[in-house]
C-alpha cells in the first residue's frame, strides 16, 4: 500500500521547536520530490519547505527561511523538518507530498496542489 504517514505536530510555545517526520511506504522516496506544505484555518495553502529528488536542491518560503530545515533519509525512506523558533504563524496542518521524477525544489512549493501522493496531516499548534 502506497502511503505518506506525517507525524511529531503538536502544541509548542513561541520560540519552541518541533521535528516533523514524512515516512513512505510502497514506494521508494529516493526519486521522488518532496515537499512540506501547510494549511492554515481561512487561508490558502502554502508550500514551506521541498527538496528535489536527489537533494540537489531546497526550497523555503521566506516566512520560515533561516527557522526550518528540511531533510531526506533515503536509508529510512523519511523526510524530516525541523522547525525552530516557531511562531503563532506557523500554525496549521503540516502535510508532506511526493512528485515522481525531476522536479526543481522551487516548482514543488510553488505548485501547492496535484503530486503524485499526499499524506493526512500533522497539526501544528503554537500558542501563547
Known amino acids: 500500500q502506497v502511503q505518506l504517514v506525517e507525524s511529531g505536530g503538536g502544541l509548542v510555545q513561541p520560540g519552541g521547536s518541533l521535528r516533523l517526520s514524512c515516512a513512505a511506504s510502497?514506494?521508494?522516496?529516493?526519486?521522488?520530490?518532496i515537499g512540506w506544505f501547510r494549511q492554515a484555518p481561512g487561508k490558502e495553502r502554502e508550500g514551506v519547505s521541498c527538496?528535489?529528488?536527489?537533494?540537489?536542491?531546497?526550497y523555503y518560503a521566506g516566512s520560515v527561511k533561516g527557522r526550518f530545515t528540511i531533510s531526506r533519509d533515503n536509508a529510512k525512506n523519511t523526510v524530516y523538518l525541523q522547525m525552530n523558533s516557531l511562531e503563532p504563524e506557523d500554525t496549521g496542518v503540516y502535510y508532506c507530498?511526493?512528485?515522481?521524477?525531476?522536479?526543481?525544489?522551487?516548482?514543488?512549493?510553488?505548485?501547492?496542489?496535484?503530486?503524485?501522493?499526499w499524506g493526512k496531516g500533522t497539526r501544528v499548534t503554537v500558542y501563547s
Open positions: 527538496v528535489s529528488s536527489r537533494g540537489s536542491s531546497t
Open positions: 510502497g514506494f521508494t522516496l529516493d526519486y521522488y520530490a
Open positions: 507530498a511526493a512528485e515522481d521524477g525531476i522536479m526543481p525544489a522551487q516548482t514543488m512549493c510553488d505548485r501547492r496542489y496535484g503530486m503524485d501522493y
